[in-house]
């Protein structure tokens, strides 16, 4: 499990799929969601005992749908036509 936060985690696998630096997709992050605000609406079970795991949010971000679950899923889903 990664201490992290959501918001990193969410800011690798979108790099990885959209195939650009991390880098540069944390420059462009806080344009489409607040990082902040993600890393504490989905805390990990062990820094919040009473995690939200039945909520989702989605954002677009850089041409692409980004789902995160309360579960820890995230789906990400290119919308560029």
Do not use: C, K, N, W
Request: charged fraction near 25%; avoid cysteine; hydrophobic fraction near 40%.
């Amino acid at each position: 499990m990664t201490t992290d936060g959501l918001s990193v985690t969410i800011s690798q696998a979108l790099a990885e799929v959209a195939d650009v630096s991390a880098t540069e997709l944390v420059r462009d992050f806080s344009e489409y969601a607040d990082p902040d605000a993600l890393d504490r609406l989905f805390r990990s079970p062990v820094m919040d005992p009473e995690i939200r795991d039945d909520g989702y949010i989605v954002f677009p971000i850089r041409g692409y749908h980004v789902t995160v679950y309360g579960s820890g899923r995230i789906l990400i889903v290119d919308t560029t036509p």
